[in-house]
């Protein structure tokens, strides 16, 4: 199994420019999770989702962020407009009922 | 409020020198409490899940306890390879699969 893939895996943008962080959940996980991490606040939950359908979105800081998942394979993360505050690693995990998360490796974004 | 507090933030140890790491939580009926390893530059990696007081879990240097406020991170005679940030997570009952972070010990350990 290649566990949990994300892309990119950095990513640099100008303020004010769309950006979108792409997931792939491992196979069978029927739960998905998108996280962020900075040095302040450490790992924060933005959204999850059970079977595709969202859950629970409190976590999202705005609304120019938004999330998606068309399908059991794959999860968008998108924020329009970027601010250089967005500047952080964002983490997706993905699990079965009552296991533990996999990680992917994250991607590190940077607002300039 | 659920909440999760870890302590220390940091934590430098010289090779062979055993200690323990803190995680106190606050939750509405714990489901799990879980325990990760995180390496610069990754993310973080599943260690443990602990499910009731009094459980233990162990996996070579390390060995997690829970009591019904706390839970323990012991390693025992640690190797510079054990150098990363531990982080501790619950899961309340209620939440389904959600599970809440805490800031987690950066753990360094000498050769």
């Known amino acids: 199994d290649a566990g949990v893939i994300q892309s990119p895996r950095h990513e640099v943008t100008e303020m004010g420019q769309e950006v979108t962080l792409r997931c792939k959940p491992i196979s069978g996980h029927d739960y998905l999770f998108w996280y962020r991490q900075t040095m302040m606040r450490g790992l924060e939950l933005l959204i999850y989702f059970n079977n595709n359908v969202p859950i629970d979105d409190s976590g999202m800081p705005e609304d120019r962020f938004s999330a998606k998942m068309p399908n059991a394979s794959f999860s968008t993360l998108k924020i329009q407009p970027s601010e250089p505050r967005d500047s952080a690693v964002y983490f997706c995990?993905?699990?079965?009922?009552?296991?533990?998360?996999?990680f992917g490796s994250g991607t590190r974004l940077t607002v300039v | 409020e659920d909440q999760v507090t870890q302590s220390p933030e940091a934590l430098r140890l010289q090779e062979g020198e055993s200690s323990s790491l803190n995680c106190s939580y606050t939750v509405s009926g714990l489901r799990g409490l879980f325990w990760y390893r995180q390496d610069p530059g990754k993310g973080p990696e599943f260690l443990f899940t602990l499910y009731s007081a009094g459980e233990e879990k162990e996996k070579e240097r390390l060995k997690a306890t829970l009591t019904k406020k706390e839970s323990f991170l012991h390693i025992t005679a640690p190797k510079p390879e054990d150098s990363a940030t531990y982080l501790c997570?619950?899961?309340?009952?209620?939440?389904?699969?959600?599970?809440?972070f805490g800031s987690g010990t950066r753990l360094s350990i000498r050769p």
């Open positions: 997570a619950v899961q309340a009952r209620s939440s389904a699969s959600k599970i809440i």
């Open positions: 995990a993905s699990n079965r009922l009552g296991g533990g998360y996999t």
